[in-house]
C-alpha cells in the first residue's frame, strides 16, 4: 500500500485511512474476491496503532462497505454493486463535507467512553441521579393534571411558563423583564447556537474568556466566526482587554459565563462586571451571559448577574435548569430585547416548531412551588460536601504537584500540573485505570491543565477517581 497518514491533518488518521480503502474499493483497488489485510498486520505496514485500523474497519462496515468474519477475515462487500448494479451513497464523503463541524476528536472520545463504559467520572457536567427532585416531578405528574396543549404552543414557549420564569428570574436572579422578553429553548446550548447563528456572520469577530467552555463549541468555526480571546486570572476575566480587541478587530459581541465558570470555577469580581458593562455601553458591543451556576454560591449570598446590573439592555441573558435540575427536562430560556426574542423565536420555529408542551408544563409547576427552594438548598448542601471533599483528595494524593483556586459556587475545579506531561497518555493511562475528566487543552489555549467536576460522584467516589488520577499521573510521568 503506498497510503501514509497526514498526521498535520485535523482528520482524525482512522478517518483518513477509511476514506482511502472507501475510495479503493470504488476504483477497484480493493476488489471484492480478496481479503484486506488483518488489522495487526494492516497496523503494522501502515506504521500505525491497531487501534486506528480497528476504528476504520468499524467505519466501514458501518456503511455496509466490508464484512468482517471470525476465520475469514475482512472482506469487501460483495452487496455493494447488488443486482442492478447500484451503489450506496459514499458516506464518508458527505461526512466530511458537511459544514456543520464536528466535537473535537478528544471532546468525542471523553463522550463515548462515558456512555459506554463505567468509568468514575470527573468530566460530566450533569448532575447525578440521586441530586435530581426525583420526588417533585413523581408528585408534579401523578398528583395534578395537566392542562396544556398537546399542539404547537405559542413560538417564545408556554406563555404561564413564561410568566412563572418571569417571578422565576425576578426573585431569585433579580432580573427585571416580561414575558414577551423571554424565549423557551431546548437548554442553553440551543440558545447560544440561535444567537450565533441568528445575530452574527461569516467574518465577524467575537471575544470569549480563555479557558472557557465556549472555546470547545465547533458552532463558531461552523458558521465562520473567527474568536478571539479573553485572558483570565481568580478573579474572572480581565476587562482591560476589550477595548484592545475591540479597536484591533472590531468585535460583534462576548460571551461570558461570570458566575462560578466553567471551567475554572472562578466568580468574576463586583468591580469586573461593572467595568463590563461600561465598555459594552461605550462600544456598543452586546454581552451573551451565560448562566448555569449562579444559584449554587456556596455562601448562600444572592449573586448579581451582569443582566440584573444592565440598565441599557445590552445583556443577553442566557440560563436553564439542566445544571441545577435535571438535565432531561431540557429547558433553557434567552433573556433579551423583544425584537431579538422575535428574531431567535422565528429561528427555533424552523428547527423544531417550539418547545415540548410537557417538558414545559412539569418546570413550571417545579418552578412555581415551594419544593424548588428546598431543592436548592440540599443541592447547595450536597455540592459543597462534595467540593470539599475533591479538595481534600486533591492535596491529599497531588500535595505539591498541583495548583488550584477553591471554587465558591458551581461544579468544577480547574487544576493546573506543575510537572510536564502528555496530554493525551495522561488521558488514556486514566481511563485505563478507570477514571475520566477534561483535559485543559480542549477547554482553552494553556497546556499543562485538567478539569475535575464534582456534581456526578458521591465523597467516597470522588476520592477514589482522584487517588486513580494519582497513580496514572505517576505512570505518565515516570
Not at 464518508?92 to 463535507?97: F, K, Q, T, V, W
Not at 396543549?149 to 420564569?165: K, S, V, W
Not at 446550548?189 to 470547545?216: M, R, T, W
Not at 461570558?256 to 466568580?267: M, R
Amino acid at each position: 500500500m503506498d497510503w501514509k497518514p497526514d498526521r498535520e491533518s485535523k482528520i482524525p488518521i482512522y478517518k483518513q485511512l477509511a476514506i482511502y480503502i472507501e475510495n479503493g474499493i470504488a476504483d477497484g483497488s480493493f476488489p471484492s474476491d480478496k481479503p484486506l489485510l488483518s488489522e495487526r498486520s494492516m497496523a503494522k505496514e501502515l506504521g500505525i496503532n491497531r487501534s486506528t485500523v480497528i476504528a476504520a474497519y468499524n467505519d466501514l462496515e458501518s456503511n455496509g462497505l466490508i464484512n468482517r468474519n471470525r476465520g475469514s477475515g475482512t472482506t469487501v462487500s460483495k452487496d455493494i454493486w447488488g443486482i442492478a448494479k447500484k451503489r450506496i451513497p459514499s458516506w464518508n464523503r458527505y461526512i466530511e463535507a458537511g459544514s456543520f463541524l464536528p466535537n473535537l476528536p478528544v471532546t468525542q472520545r471523553i463522550h463515548k467512553e462515558m456512555a459506554e463504559h463505567k468509568l468514575i467520572n470527573l468530566a460530566s457536567g450533569e448532575l447525578s441521579q440521586d441530586l435530581f427532585p426525583m420526588n417533585s416531578f413523581r408528585k408534579i405528574t401523578s398528583n395534578r393534571s395537566f392542562l396544556g396543549t398537546l399542539g404547537y404552543d405559542h413560538p417564545q414557549g408556554n406563555a404561564i411558563f413564561r410568566e412563572t420564569l418571569t417571578n422565576h428570574v425576578r426573585q431569585f436572579r433579580a432580573i427585571e423583564t416580561n414575558p414577551a422578553n423571554i424565549l423557551i429553548t431546548s437548554g442553553a446550548q440551543q440558545a447560544l447556537h440561535l444567537v450565533v447563528q441568528c445575530l452574527l456572520k461569516p467574518g465577524d469577530a467575537v471575544a470569549i474568556e480563555n479557558p472557557s467552555y465556549h472555546f470547545n463549541l465547533p458552532i463558531f468555526k461552523s458558521t465562520g466566526i473567527k474568536t478571539y480571546y479573553l485572558k483570565s486570572d481568580k478573579d474572572g476575566m480581565i476587562p482591560d482587554d476589550i477595548t484592545e480587541l475591540y479597536k484591533k478587530h472590531r468585535i460583534r459581541m462576548i460571551f461570558l459565563n461570570p458566575i462560578f465558570q466553567n471551567p475554572t470555577g472562578t466568580l468574576m469580581s463586583l468591580e469586573r462586571r461593572k467595568k463590563i458593562l461600561e465598555l459594552s455601553s461605550e462600544y456598543g458591543i452586546p454581552v451573551v451571559e451565560d448562566d448555569p451556576y449562579s444559584l449554587t454560591s456556596f455562601s448562600k449570598k444572592k449573586i448579581q448577574t451582569l443582566k440584573s446590573l444592565d440598565i441599557h439592555g445590552n445583556v443577553l441573558y442566557i440560563s436553564s435548569l439542566t445544571k441545577i435540575v435535571a438535565s432531561g427536562l431540557r429547558i433553557g430560556w434567552i433573556v433579551g430585547p423583544k425584537a431579538v426574542i422575535e428574531r431567535l423565536s422565528d429561528a427555533k420555529q424552523q428547527v423544531d416548531f417550539g418547545h415540548a408542551s410537557y417538558s414545559q408544563w412539569v418546570a413550571n409547576d417545579f418552578l412555581d412551588s415551594a419544593d424548588f427552594k428546598v431543592h436548592m438548598m440540599n443541592l447547595v448542601k450536597e455540592l459543597e460536601s462534595r467540593r470539599d471533599q475533591m479538595v481534600a483528595s486533591l492535596n491529599a494524593f497531588l500535595e505539591d504537584q498541583i495548583e488550584f483556586y477553591i471554587p465558591h459556587g458551581g461544579i468544577h475545579l480547574w487544576c493546573r500540573i506543575k510537572r510536564e506531561f502528555n496530554e493525551i497518555q495522561l488521558l488514556e493511562e486514566s481511563i485505563k485505570n478507570g477514571v475520566i475528566y477534561v483535559p485543559g487543552t480542549t477547554l482553552g489555549t494553556e497546556k499543562g491543565y485538567v478539569r475535575f467536576t464534582f456534581a456526578r460522584e458521591n465523597q467516597e467516589i470522588i476520592n477514589q477517581g482522584i487517588k486513580r488520577f494519582a497513580e496514572a499521573l505517576t505512570i505518565v510521568s515516570t
